[in-house]
C-alpha cells in the first residue's frame, strides 16, 4: 500500500513567523508530487507540481522543494499571514494514481 | 473560465437508497477524478475518467460507480447507501491525466 505521510498535523504558528512542513513517500519511481490548500468552505487549490529530483518552486512568499531520492518534499511558507491559514495537502502521482496525504493544518496565531 | 461545479451541494439520504452526484469539469479538460473525504481521512480516490472510459479505481466496493459522457460532464452513483457513506464528495478536473487538477465545492452527502 503506498502511503504518503504528512507532518505534522496541526500546526499553529505566530503572524509574521516562518514555518515548514513536510510530506513523505515511499522514494521510488513516480510522476508528479502536487501540494494543494484548502481552506474552510472552500475547494482545495493548487499551489505547487513537482516532478525532477532537486525541484524548488515558489509562488509569492510559499516555496516548496522535493527530495526524490529520500522521498520527502518541504513547504514553506515565509512571514506568514491569516490568509495563509489552511490545511495544507500533497498528493502523490504513481501508477496512474493520485495518493493523498492527510494534510497539515496550518493557524495563523494574530 | 468557469470552474468545476458540482451538484447538488448538499444531500440528505436514508440508508438503502441510491443516489447520483453531477460534476461539470471546466471547459476543454477531459479527465474527472472523484474523490470522498470523510473525518479524519485524507482524500480518498474514488476513481478517474477520460474521453469517457473509466482510467482508474480505487478501493471502494461495487456500490460506487460512475461514468463520463461526451461533452466530458461525469456523475458518480452510490446505491445501496450506509451511514459510513456519509462524507464530502469531490471532484476534480484537468486537461489530461496526471495534470494538474482543479477541484469542484463538492457535494456534502449524510446518510441517516
Known amino acids: ?110 | 473560465k468557469a470552474g468545476v461545479t458540482q451538484t447538488p451541494r448538499y444531500l440528505i439520504k436514508t440508508r438503502g437508497q441510491q443516489v447520483t452526484l453531477s460534476c461539470s469539469p471546466i471547459s476543454g479538460h477531459r479527465s474527472v477524478s472523484w474523490y470522498q473525504q470523510t473525518p479524519g481521512q485524507g482524500l480518498q480516490f474514488l476513481f478517474e475518467y477520460f474521453s469517457e472510459t473509466q482510467r482508474n479505481k480505487g478501493n471502494f466496493p461495487g456500490r460506487f460507480s460512475g461514468r463520463q459522457f461526451s461533452n466530458s460532464r461525469s456523475e458518480m452513483n452510490v446505491s445501496t447507501l450506509e451511514l459510513g457513506d456519509s462524507a464530502l464528495y469531490l471532484c476534480a478536473s484537468s486537461s489530461r491525466p496526471r495534470e494538474t487538477q482543479y477541484f469542484g465545492p463538492g457535494t456534502r452527502l449524510l446518510v441517516l
Open chain 1, 1 to 110: 500500500i503506498l502511503n504518503v505521510e504528512q507532518s505534522p498535523q496541526s500546526l499553529h504558528v505566530q503572524e509574521g513567523d516562518s514555518t515548514n512542513f513536510t510530506c513523505s513517500f515511499p522514494s521510488s519511481n513516480f510522476y508528479a508530487l502536487h501540494w494543494y490548500r484548502w481552506e474552510t468552505a472552500k475547494s482545495p487549490e493548487a499551489l505547487f507540481v513537482m516532478t525532477l529530483n532537486g525541484d524548488e518552486k515558489k509562488k509569492g512568499r510559499i516555496s516548496a522543494t522535493l527530495n526524490t531520492k529520500e522521498g520527502y518534499s518541504y513547504l514553506y511558507i515565509k512571514g506568514s499571514q491569516p490568509e495563509d491559514s489552511a490545511t495544507y495537502l500533497c498528493a502523490l502521482n504513481r501508477d496512474d494514481k493520485i495518493i493523498f496525504g492527510k494534510g497539515t493544518r496550518l493557524h495563523i496565531l494574530p
